[in-house]
């Protein structure tokens, strides 16, 4: 079954650290890359990260770069963002892709065919 499961989210003060994780259970996604994505309240769902599906190249939006981390393990069908210094700026629900986008689309979501639950992600000040 095609699906990705992320997990992970909660309540944070600002300055904490949160790491999310996305499942592919039944190892569909393996050959795909990878995307976080996260949509505030009233606001267009945005970029985070992104990595290639050999975990070699990785994509930043400029307001998490130095602070977020994107990681994939493909033996274990999941990939990973590691949140540094959160603000309150960064709460959102944060969703998990996977799509074949070019060299020059992974910041799009319009290249990512496949799209997980979403899990909350709150940063109180």
């Known amino acids: 079954q095609a699906q990705l499961v992320e997990s992970g989210g909660g309540l944070v003060q600002a300055g904490g650290s949160l790491t999310l994780s996305c499942a592919d259970p039944g190892r569909t996604f393996n050959n795909y890359a990878k995307s976080w994505f996260r949509q505030a309240p009233g606001k267009a769902r945005e970029f985070v990260a992104a990595i290639n599906w050999a975990g070699d190249n990785t994509y930043y939006s400029d307001s998490v770069k130095d602070r977020f981390t994107i990681l994939r393990d493909n033996a274990k069908n999941t990939v990973s963002l590691q949140m540094n210094s959160l603000n309150p700026e960064d709460t959102a629900v944060y969703y998990c892709?996977?799509?074949?986008?070019?060299?020059?689309?992974?910041?799009?979501?319009?290249?990512?065919?496949?799209w997980g639950q979403g899990t909350q992600v709150t940063v109180s000040s």
């Open positions: 892709a996977a799509g074949r986008p070019t060299s020059d689309k992974f910041t799009s979501a319009l290249w990512y065919d496949y």
